[in-house]
Structures are given as C-alpha cells and as structure tokens.
C-alpha cells in the first residue's frame, strides 16, 4: 500500500468517480448529501471525503484554487484508478442574461493559463469528454435547474491591471464564463485518460452587482448558495447515471 504524494490517498482505493470542488469547506455541503460519509485526508488544500449516492460511491477532493492544484488532483486520482471526475466550481459571467445562481456546463475552455500549457501545446483542445458532459446536461434538466452550454475563459490571476479589457475581449469572442480550473482539468484528463466535466455555478452576474441581486431576492437564500446546492446535485446525479446508463 501507498500513498497519493499530495492527496494523501491510498493506492488500494476502488472508487471510480468523483466531484472535485475548489474550496475544502464545500466537502461539508457535499457530505450533507451523501450517506455513510468517510473524512479520509487533509493535506495542504487538498481535503478528500468518501461516501454513498443512493447506493453509488463516490469521492469529493478538493484541488484548491487554481489549474497547478486542480492537475495535482487529476494526476494522483488518476492514479489510484478514479475514471470520471467533474469539477464543481464558481466563475463569473461574461455574457447577458447569466444570473447568479445559473449553471455553467462547460464544452471547452480557453487555455489562458500555465498549468495546461506547461503539459502540451498551445494548439492542443481544452474540451469536456462529451458522454460526462451530456449526463451533467441531462441531470441538470431534469431538476430544471437555469443552465448555459458554453466555453470559458481559464486564467491565472483576478487582480491584473488590465483584466476589464481582457474580460470585454472574451465577451467579445462569445466567452460565456471566467475561472481558473477548467482548462487544467481538461488538459491532464484528456492526456491521463480520465473523462472530465465542469459544472460552474455563476457567482457574478455580467454587468451585475452581486450583493444587490442577493438584497432582491425574496426569499432571502443567497443565490449563489442556491447555485452550489444545484450543481453538487446535478454532478452527483450525472455520475449515477454513467454508472447506471
């Protein structure tokens, strides 16, 4: 027996699927959803949880903020034999008529970071496996959930002096959402042969304030919280239904 460098995972492991957050703390709203849950490590930003989805295991490993984190993840999960994973995160949107608390399913993503680039050209496609990506669909609609199909942007910094003309670019091109995992993710899933998926859970409106769309709903749940809840869920259900077609 041996142990995952980062994730600090077994290599005796046998589940085949998992969810793969940013944020360590959103294991906890994962778990509130699964049954016989197993906290199994803790290392640096990387947070691992096992448990049942009406009767499918699964395990939720967060990869921290970032592609570099994200392309760890992917490498020791792979290697312990996990075979689909899909990305729950948060981006901003780039396009009208996205509001917060929407879903973002994201086809392919723009390779504006380090982390793919340092595994394979430039020219090589930053693109979701197709199957995985069409049960996220399927799961998605069949709780209703507001969603768009699209590709994002992923880039490495929120605090560049230039980045409301790089954003107005991107919208320009047809860019739907913004974050920093995705094309990591698809980049090393793609080249260790795992199938990968991103579901992205809209933080900020485009042209939006995000406190004042939380003030104005009435009911008083913060969107975006709503957002996480139905992603989580529309992961946890695209991944019962590749193991149960």
Known sequence: MAFMAHIKLEDTNTVKNALLPGDPARLDRIAGYLEQV?????????RSIKGLYKGSEVLAVST?????????VVEELAAIGVRNMIRIG?????????HVGDLVLVHGAVRDEGTSKAYVDAAYPA?????????????????????HIGIAR???SFYIDEKDEIYAYWQRKGIIASDMETAGLYVAGRLRGVRCASILNVVVGCGEDLQEQINQYTDGEDLAARGERREILTA???LRYIDNP
């Not at 948060?90 to 996205?98: E, T």
């Open 127 to 147: 693109v979701a496996d197709f199957g995985l990506l069409g049960a996220c669909r399927e799961a998605a609609e069949a709780e209703q959930y507001p969603y």
């Open 154 to 156: 992923s880039h490495d």
């Open 38 to 46: 197993r906290e199994l490590a803790y290392n640096r930003e990387f």
């Open 90 to 98: 948060s981006c901003g949107a780039l396009q009208k008529g996205m």
């Open 64 to 72: 921290g903020i970032g592609g570099a984190g994200t392309a760890i």
């Open 236 to 238: 946890l259900n695209a």
